[in-house]
């Protein structure tokens, strides 16, 4: 079979980044009955300089035509002074999620044993390592809930958003972690604000009733404020965390702290297996690195390529059911960081083994591989 997969590098270190997951790609397929056709496009700033328009009509219809998107890192200071509504990163990743229906975030948050160290929590909660899964809902709550704006003026001027949900928003990202979770540690942690919010309520007396088709997982339910407590005292509790959009933004992005490097971070974001977009019986996703794009190291050569190749096993994994090949490609991550291979965001005091650039250590993955 032959899937098509649309590659929108971005700006900063997105272009170095994706070479390397494209590499690790190619020898994951090299023996394998499948195969890959990559269309570069414009994404992001890359795009406003050429065209002015960070997520080009060309672009798009190259995405419609593919299987999936495999996704950089965008903006950049260069593109600051744009309005809001302009700048790449709303411009270019929202619209994308929105087309394609992309209802679900995916975000490992994994620390291995032997980055211990590099993680801000004491090594005693961390010395087993981590491994947490947020599904975050992407298409409701207050990012997209109506109506917004402004109103008043003066002293009595104010702004408010609406925070809401549909019974089908939250009753298809449940389903998605609770079927996650019965391949794991068999826990759901649902996150919500059901002491204060009655959009809240309604979430959890949905997971509650979604949850009844799986028995043997255990639900357990989380005010957000306790659950970012958690996170830092007891993160070992956790396996999957459902979270609506806004408190999945900020715990995830907490998450990510926890497990020492940004760098290392790969995410997903899938959409129904039955939709339109991509083949039949196979979920359309967009597969990027939880961290940006870091114009201050650009070009130099020196960035952690391992959230940009875990985001490509993830879409080997999840978009094209090739388990064996994503399972080689995160065996060889692991196999690398257990071996002492480490990019200068991994660098702790007192290693006694140099920094290996980009390069060196996208080279110490593809022959994990073998």
Known sequence: MIFKVAVMSGDGIGQEVMQSAREV??????????????????????????????????????????DAILFGSVGGPKWEHLPPSEQPERAALLPLRKHFELFANVRPAIIYPELKDASPLKPSLVEKGLDILIMRELTGDVYFGQPKGKRGEGKEEAAFDTMIYHRYEIERIAHLAFTYAHSRKKIVHSIDKANVLTTMVFWRETVESVAKSYPDVKLIHQYVD???MQLVKNPSQFDVMLCPNLFGDILSDEASQITGSIGMLASASLGDPHSRWGREGYSFGLYEPAGGSAPDIAGKGIANPIAQILSAAMMLRFSFKMDKEADAIEKAVKK??????????????????????????????????D
């Open 25 to 66: 790609i190619h020898k994951a397929l090299k023996n394998s009955s499948h195969q890959i056709e990559f269309t570069e496009v414009l994404v992001g700033g890359a795009a406003i300089d050429q065209t002015g328009n960070a997520l080009p009509a060309e672009t798009l219809k190259a995405a419609e035509q593919s």
């Open 226 to 228: 306790n659950a970012s």
């Open 336 to 369: 690398a960081i257990a071996s002492g291979a480490r990019t200068g965001d991994l660098i702790m005091q007192g290693d006694k083994n140099p920094a290996l650039n980009l390069r060196q250590m996208t080279d110490v993955i593809l022959e994990g591989m």
